[in-house]
């Protein structure tokens, strides 16, 4: 059975930094099958940054330069590093998880991920 299990949500003033982590167990895909999302009430979930299958990542355009997806193999732990936070970022952060290999312009699309956490809150104020 797959656990994914975030932390290391909070609030933060906007320019801050927060770095968030996903403990996995039993998940055998791939270290590489795994991403991060985000939701706010009345929102979409959205993608946010995930790898691909050759260990490349990708990031949302909205994070993109802010936002460092990285992992470490021997803890099954995947990590999100957030630097100069706005209040705009303020938003449920959920860890995924996915089965199978997927294009590298599907990797931010929720419904290819099986596996997810219960999410970690991170609260920006201006």
């Known amino acids: 059975q797959v656990s994914l299990v975030e932390s290391g949500g909070g609030s933060v003033q906007a320019g801050g930094s927060l770095r968030l982590s996903c403990a996995a167990s039993?998940?055998?895909?791939?270290?590489?099958?795994m991403g991060w999302f985000r939701q706010t009430i009345g929102k979409e979930r959205e993608g946010v940054a995930a790898?691909?299958?050759?260990?490349?990542?990708h990031y949302a355009g909205s994070v993109k330069g802010r936002f460092t997806i990285s992992r470490d193999n021997a803890k099954n732990t995947l990590y999100l590093k957030m630097n100069s936070l706005k209040p705009e970022d303020t938003a449920m952060y959920y860890c995924?998880?996915?089965?199978?290999?997927?294009?590298?312009?599907?990797?931010?699309?929720?419904?290819?991920?099986?596996?997810w956490g219960q999410g970690t809150q991170v609260t920006v104020s201006s």
């Open positions: 995924a998880a996915r089965s199978r290999p997927i294009g590298w312009s599907l990797l931010l699309s929720p419904i290819y991920y099986n596996y």
């Open positions: 039993g998940y055998t895909y791939s270290s590489t099958g």
């Open positions: 790898f691909d299958d050759g260990g490349n990542t």
